[in-house]
């Protein structure tokens, strides 16, 4: 038997006809940039959340890139960013000319660390990214409080979140503004490039859209520069008929969860899930001394696993000027060492993740 780490193929089966007749409907109204299917999605994605705007863009980089632009963060401000992430959340600061100012990630949650944020502050710092990681919300009222103490933005990077939750409220909603990913393999994937902004600030909003479309309301009246990253209509199509069925796919990857975690809650450690918190599985990341040994054994028995993240950021050849050392950010140190990935998408079957436990169970 072969469990892949994520299966679009199956995904794709289980909605082909609904897919296919999206993306013959933008085909035959010539719908490819702008339009009703991007219309359509953004109202759908912002109902969905429950928040007033949300703007369609190019991808997930560049909706950090923009928030952060229609905030007004550029040379000379600081932004605190986890030590744990993908490069984008860091990217898009120094992509907007300022500094990303890393802080450390707790041990339990895996998310940006409250204490590790105050203690990044300075002067110039503007801004904060907590990333909703894996899809755990990061602790947002912790966060939250610090960031209006220092009169700092909050910047939500929910490119692994959609559907999480965090004492009711969704992930996306919290901060000023927040920004999704839809590449094809996040829990609400395209069939490409795509990405979200979303808020519910009305000027951030209009000012977003605008930098999107090279800083315009109207066809050649450009009242700024800005940059061009849209959604396309072909993308949101797809989203617009991959959303409907976000809920289910969310849940199965609660199930799976589950299941991962009762049978192998005495081999390695499991995923922490915060009081209140509704993970949404992203990623199921799990921690194992023998780690590397751990990869060895699933990829023989026919499993894909991953490591998110092998490198920390600060210790990324990109940041290499920044001089930071091993101790300067322990935690994620640490679990770069431990932490495997196992497979996790909506469409797995008992029959896989039983595989994977028992693969996981004979290695312990
Ligand atoms: C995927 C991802 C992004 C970037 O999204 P793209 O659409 O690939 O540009 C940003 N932040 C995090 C945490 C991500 O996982």
Redesign the pocket.
Known sequence: MKVPFVDLKSQYLSIKSEIDAAIGGVLNDSGFIGGKHVEFFEKKFADYLGIKHCVGVG????A?FIALKVLGIGAGDEVIVPAN??I??SEAVTLCGAKPVFADCESDTYNISPAGVEKAITKKTKAVIP?H?YGQPARMDEIIAIAKANKLWVVE?S??AHGAEYKGKKAGTMGDISCF???PS?NLGAYG???AIVTNDDELAVKARMFANHGRKEKYNHEFEGTNSRLDGLQAAVLGVKIGHLEKWINRRIEIAKLYGEELGESVIVPFVMDGARHAYHLYVIQSQRRNELIGHLKNDGISAGIHYPIPLPFMDAYSSFGHLPEDFPVSNFLKDTIISLPMHGSMTDEEAFYVIESVKKFA
């Open positions: 991808n997930g980089t560049d950090l992430s993908f984008a959340t990333v990681l990077d490119a692994q990913s839809f590449f996040k490039d795509g990405g």
